[in-house]
């Protein structure tokens, strides 16, 4: 018995260094995999280049393009990376599934420092493994902060299925738990997997005074307790959008300058502003001189009476890599 628990031992020392071997002896190099994402600024979204990406626990790191795009070779497994600019708050994931030759897509958001004086440190979150029973999971959560003295958390989002918002209204299809008043204590989280099947992930993220950001990733195996008919494709898709150069716009247009500019909008009294156009054919109405300006789009489509109704629909903005809608 024992001398299979040092063997066991062993492989995880040889896994651990970066090696293994092979029944026969042979010593064999790591399996990898790739992430690749994008890094944008939080306020409006525009492509953050310059960003030291670097693999957590390792040497390997690369750099955003123009265009905040980046790709990275990872060894396979549960792994983390660290984004980095000078001026820039810091941000960190951890918990990235990285299959071997395979590619994971993470984009991030990136914030200028509030105080160049506090660290430019993610907090530090810590969370066990999840429990499952039945369709609730729950878990012991943590968050530190670096100088405490100096610092604090400010918003802390606990989120399933999907990465989570401080917005209620942009963010009402995601099933999560906004901790606003939370400071890092010791607590037992408990969510609601109802609806979920496969293998689900956990987000957490967490911010801190001076903007940095770090996100947890767990991951729970829920089993469908039955097959459900998959929903029906939309159709008939339009978009009515529209630019505003307030970055303070939150909600449905909860400010009255923007809500009496799209009722304008609706009412053909500012048609330059408008656009009637197919999802995919839909550009970003940002005049040049608007600097991290917030969009603003509605969209309309027609869905089967007779189909199943989803949970939600996710509306998804694509740009390639030369950084083009």
Same mark, same amino acid.
């Given at each position: 018995m024992r001398s299979r628990w040092v063997s066991a031992l062993t492989f995880l020392v040889l896994v651990a260094g970066g090696l293994l071997f092979s029944g026969c002896g042979q010593l064999v190099a790591p399996q990898t995999g790739w992430v690749e994402g994008y890094v944008s600024d939080k306020k409006g979204g525009d492509p953050v280049p310059?960003?030291?990406? @670097?693999?957590?626990?390792?040497?390997? +790191?690369?750099?955003?393009? /123009?265009?905040?795009?980046?790709?990275? +070779?990872?060894?396979?497994?549960?792994?983390? %990376?660290?984004?980095?600019?000078?001026?820039?708050?810091?941000?960190? *994931?951890?918990?990235?599934?990285?299959?071997?030759?395979?590619?994971?897509?993470? $984009?991030?958001?990136?914030? /200028?420092?509030?105080?160049?004086?506090?660290?430019?440190?993610?907090?530090?979150?810590?969370?066990?493994?999840?429990? *499952?029973?039945?369709? +609730?999971?729950?878990?012991?959560? $943590?968050?530190?902060v670096a100088e405490p003295e100096r610092n604090a958390l400010t918003f802390t989002d606990v989120a399933v299925g999907a990465v989570g918002g401080s917005s209620g209204h942009l963010n009402k299809t995601v099933r999560h738990r906004r901790m606003f008043g939370y400071h890092g204590e010791r607590t037992e989280i408990e969510v609601s997997l109802a609806g979920f099947s496969g293998l689900?992930?956990?987000?957490?993220? $967490?911010?801190? %005074?001076?903007?940095?950001?770090?996100?947890?990733?767990?991951?729970?195996?829920?089993?469908?307790?039955?097959? /459900?008919?998959?929903?029906?494709?939309? $159709?008939?898709?339009?978009?009515?959008?529209?630019?505003?150069?307030?970055?303070a716009v939150f909600g449905p247009l909860g400010h009255t300058p923007a809500?009496?500019?799209? /009722?304008?909008? @609706? +009412?053909?009294?500012?048609?330059?502003?408008?656009?009637?156009?197919?999802?995919?054919?839909?550009?970003?109405?940002a005049d040049e001189r608007l600097k991290k300006a917030v969009s603003w789009v509605e969209l309309t489509f027609n869905y089967p009476e007779d189909a199943p109704a989803p949970d939600y629909f996710e509306i998804w903005r694509k740009r390639n890599l030369e950084g083009e809608d």
């Open positions: 310059g960003v030291v990406v @670097r693999v957590l626990g390792g040497k390997v +790191q690369t750099t955003t393009n /123009e265009h905040g795009y980046y790709r990275i +070779q990872v060894p396979a497994g549960i792994r983390g %990376l660290s984004f980095a600019k000078e001026g820039y708050a810091g941000a960190r *994931v951890e918990g990235l599934w990285v299959k071997p030759k395979e590619t994971t897509y993470y $984009s991030t958001l990136l914030l /200028e420092a509030f105080d160049p004086t506090l660290p430019t440190t993610p907090p530090k979150i810590r969370a066990s493994n999840p429990i *499952v029973d039945g369709d +609730q999971a729950t878990f012991t959560l $943590s968050v530190e689900v992930p956990i987000h957490i993220v $967490s911010y801190d %005074l001076n903007h940095n950001r770090a996100e947890l990733i767990r991951y729970v195996k829920v089993e469908a307790e039955e097959e /459900e008919p998959a929903p029906a494709a939309p $159709s008939d898709l339009a978009a009515l959008a529209l630019t505003f150069g307030d970055v809500r009496a500019a799209l /009722e304008k909008v @609706r +009412q053909g009294k500012l048609a330059g502003l408008k656009t009637w156009a197919p999802l995919k054919n839909l550009a970003p109405m």
